[in-house]
């Protein structure tokens, strides 16, 4: 799976895992030049707290497009510190 914004590849594993229809990347399949950490989070019921990563590409920046869950639940482990996108990221295979 790529995961691509502005024309470039930001995120490229063959190890996603799929949840509710969004790819969790590894975190180590990132490009990190791409990324900058936010103040950004946000709480799901069953997976816990997110926190959010903006996107850089060519001085175009995509704000808190890439999210994570630094500590998931029980539930959730399995997505614990991988990387999904949305606000216009695609993912394709």
Partial sequence: MKAIWNGK????SNETRL???????PA???KNEHF???DLTSVCPWKGT???????????TNENAAWYYPSASEM???IEGR???WRGVEVVD
């Fill in 19 to 25: 949840i509710e229809g969004n790819h969790y990347f």
């Fill in 36 to 38: 900058e950490k936010t």
């Fill in 9 to 12: 590849i930001i995120a490229e």
């Fill in 50 to 60: 997110a926190n959010y990563y903006s996107v850089k590409v060519d001085g175009k």
């Fill in 83 to 85: 990387i999904a996108f």
């Fill in 76 to 78: 959730a482990k399995a």
């Fill in 28 to 30: 180590d399949s990132l």
